[in-house]
């Protein structure tokens, strides 16, 4: 256990474990494990299967890190380094095999890599699974039966994990903001080909998607607006430049009116990193 730095650690003893440690010459009374008192116990002592969070270094980066200790004693490397030893290649190939993993020499011979990468270990017909299933699609994409079979297990899986599916994309959109932003400036052409033929499959999530503005439109816009001004404003927007509320429409906290003075002109790419935000 040379991996794990601390040579002993503290923690609340459980009544069940009392006699474990006993055996091994702690002798804790009763009344102290009653209270909940915090006991030091050497490392090497504690039951496999204990959570005491300790830190384990690397035996192959240095990397330090803070984990349980069931898992810590389970292997000296971090999972990178993990991955590019002998040996755990040896048992992911016998796992693929045999369905699970099994104890392997050091100097038992490695087995065939794969036919592609020639660095991980077979999964199947000569391919390891990351090869395998890029292989596999690549050779199946134009497979209308395989393609409506994928299409459905897609959207049945993203069903099931609604929630997830919404709080992966929200993270990805919030940590990629300015690289969505520049795609998109770079690739307009592409983008409205993509919107026409969506609104061309889609008809009916198009036309609520624009009644839906234009009844917010309406809403926001006050009886006593003078409209003309309005239209004057969008007529002479200059070339590259786009109309946008100061306030937005449907701000997360506050939204503003469908009036002159709450209109301006900004770029493209201005307006989108804005989105329904208030610059102050």
Not at 20 to 32: D, S
Not at 69 to 84: N, T, Y
Not at 121 to 141: Q, V, W
Not at 160 to 168: A, D, G, I, S, V
Request: charged content about 35%.
């Amino acid at each position: 256990m040379e991996h794990i730095l601390e040579k002993e650690v503290e923690l609340t003893l459980a009544l069940p474990n009392r006699a474990y440690y006993n055996e091994r010459g702690y002798n804790f009374p009763f009344e102290l494990i009653a209270s909940k008192q915090k006991v030091r116990i050497k490392t090497a002592d504690l039951q496999k299967g204990s959570n005491v969070k300790v830190t384990r270094k690397c035996a192959g980066c240095g990397e330090e890190r803070r984990l349980p200790f069931c898992r810590a004693l389970k292997s000296p490397h971090c999972k990178r380094c993990k991955s590019q030893t002998d040996e755990y290649r040896k048992n992911v190939s016998h796992a693929a095999k045999f369905g699970k993993f099994i104890e392997i020499a050091p100097d038992q011979e490695v087995e065939e890599s794969c036919k592609i990468c020639s660095k991980m270990p077979i999964h199947s017909k000569g391919f390891c699974k990351s090869c395998y299933s890029k292989n596999f699609f690549a050779k199946n994409k134009d497979n209308p039966e395989f393609v409506t079979k994928r299409r459905a297990s897609q959207k049945a899986w993203a069903e099931r994990n609604k929630e997830k599916l919404r709080e992966k994309r929200a993270k990805y959109a919030e940590e990629n903001r300015e690289k969505r932003i520049e795609w998109r400036a770079k690739n307009r052409e592409k983008l409205r080909a993509r919107v026409k033929k969506w609104r061309k499959e889609n008809p009916d999530a198009y036309k609520r998607q624009k009644m839906s503005r234009l009844h917010t439109l309406i809403l926001q816009t006050p009886k006593w607006v003078d409209l003309k001004a309005i239209e004057d404003i969008y007529v002479n927007c200059p070339p590259g430049m786009t109309v946008d509320h100061i306030i937005p429409l449907k701000g997360k906290d506050v939204s503003g009116l469908h009036v002159p003075w709450n209109l301006q002109y900004l770029p493209g790419i201005e307006n989108s990193k804005k989105s329904n935000k208030i610059k102050l």
